[in-house]
């Protein structure tokens, strides 16, 4: 019998390249309910554990920059009591939150727009954001009211309102002013998207800045996901030749 537990169980990383930046689908969770004959919520609880197991192991191993998409900008089309229970599930858990990841030192910062959610949901998501902004740890972006085609859009107005009120050159416009107008301002594109649930699509998520990412596409709901998958996608990416458009 071992004397001392290990505090931490850790795949191997000494050979392999841990991804700077990843981003993170979680799909999956109505299919995983359905085949279980549970309501589709039980699937999007069982999901925000696997969230927080997912989120904790990424800091483990040392990713600096995890980016999951939580709620989308078409979310709110789902049955009211859907998304009741998400907003119910969202709350509870960034509740937690102010509490658990502090161990971890991870700064929590929401992408999307905020303005939609309830006060008290918002109040929550600002706290979070303050409570953690100082910790130096990995950078948690949640993404909640999010659509890569929204914030695009808002990044064109925010430019444009500039070059309106003389304060930017159109001439200066370039790549990387765009970059510092999105809700990832200053933050690295992601090396790495994740889209458990075998589904081959993007689903307007970080469209600009998954211009060079790699995907992984795995056949696995999100529910059933363990630190063994995010290993295996890790694996997939090492083998990856990245060229970023060069030869
Ligand atoms: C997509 O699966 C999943 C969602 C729309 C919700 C994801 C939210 C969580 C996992 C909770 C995370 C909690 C926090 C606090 C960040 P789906 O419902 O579209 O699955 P399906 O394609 O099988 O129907």
């Given at each position: 019998m071992a004397l001392f537990k290990k505090k931490k169980e850790l795949a191997d990383y000494s050979d392999?390249?841990?991804p700077t930046s990843i981003g993170i689908i979680m799909d999956g969770n109505g299919r995983w309910a359905k085949n279980r004959h549970l309501p589709r919520s039980a699937g999007h609880r069982a999901g925000a554990k696997v969230f927080r197991t997912i989120t904790r192991y990424c800091s483990d191993i040392?990713?600096?920059y995890?980016?999951?998409y939580a709620f989308s900008t078409e979310n709110w089309r789902r049955p009211q009591d859907e998304v009741g229970a998400l907003m119910r599930l969202f709350k509870e858990y960034l509740q937690e939150a102010l509490d658990?990841?502090?161990d971890d030192s991870i700064v929590i910062h929401f992408i999307g727009d905020k303005s939609s959610f309830s006060?008290?949901?918002q109040k929550l998501m600002d706290d979070n954001e303050e409570i953690s902004k100082d910790r130096d740890g990995m950078v948690l972006n949640i993404a909640m009211?999010?659509?890569s085609r929204d914030?695009?859009?808002r990044a064109v107005k925010s430019i444009s309102e500039g070059v309106k009120n003389g304060d930017i050159d159109i001439n200066s416009i370039d790549e990387s002013m765009v970059s510092d107008h999105l809700y990832t301002a200053g933050q690295p594109d992601p090396d790495l998207i994740i889209r458990p649930s075998g589904e081959y699509r993007i689903s307007n998520f970080m469209l600009?800045?998954?211009a060079y990412t790699e995907f992984v596409i795995m056949n696995k709901l999100w529910p059933d996901f363990k630190k063994e998958d995010l290993d295996e996608a890790i694996r997939l990416y090492n083998l990856r030749s990245r060229r970023f458009g060069g030869v």
């Open positions: 392999k390249a841990v040392g990713v600096k995890l980016t999951v658990d990841f502090k006060e008290d949901l009211n999010y659509g914030e695009i859009v600009w800045q998954s």
